[in-house]
């Protein structure tokens, strides 16, 4: 499974981004799939989570509210819409998939050892 993540760039804080992780080569709706983002300096860490088919999600407590993950298994493609965002949501942003599901649990998810294929990275910059 190959993922290639876009829609990452420069926005103000209070702005919006719309992020798409686009899978091809052995794709289904069978991939627990997730967004994970790295800042300088610090480790990777989760963002939010999304079941087979959509019916379940997690998010990091700091993005509750403001980010909202969805996939479209028709087009293989996993989104996170990101609202109103602060200068501390700037980083790397990553979609990985999971071979395993179709539930999550709130713990695996949030691993990033659970995860089995990554995407390249988006970069996602929000000035103040």
């Known amino acids: 499974v190959q993922l290639q993540a876009s829609g990452g760039g420069l926005v103000q804080a209070g702005g919006s981004l719309r992020l798409a992780c686009a899978a091809s080569?052995?794709?289904?709706?069978?991939?627990?799939m997730g967004w994970f983002r790295q800042a300088p300096g610090k480790e990777r860490e989760f963002v939010a989570a999304?079941?087979?088919?959509?019916?379940?999600?997690y998010y990091e407590d700091s993005v509750k509210g403001r980010f909202t993950i969805s996939r479209d298994n028709a087009k293989n493609t996993v989104f996170l819409q990101m609202n109103s965002l602060k200068p501390e949501d700037t980083a790397v942003y990553y979609c990985a998939a999971a071979g395993w599901g179709p539930n999550p649990t709130a713990a695996r998810a949030a691993l990033r050892d659970s995860y089995d294929y990554w995407g390249q990275g988006t970069q996602v910059t929000v000035s103040s």
């Open positions: 080569g052995r794709t289904s709706s069978s991939y627990v």
């Open positions: 999304i079941s087979w088919y959509g019916g379940t999600t």
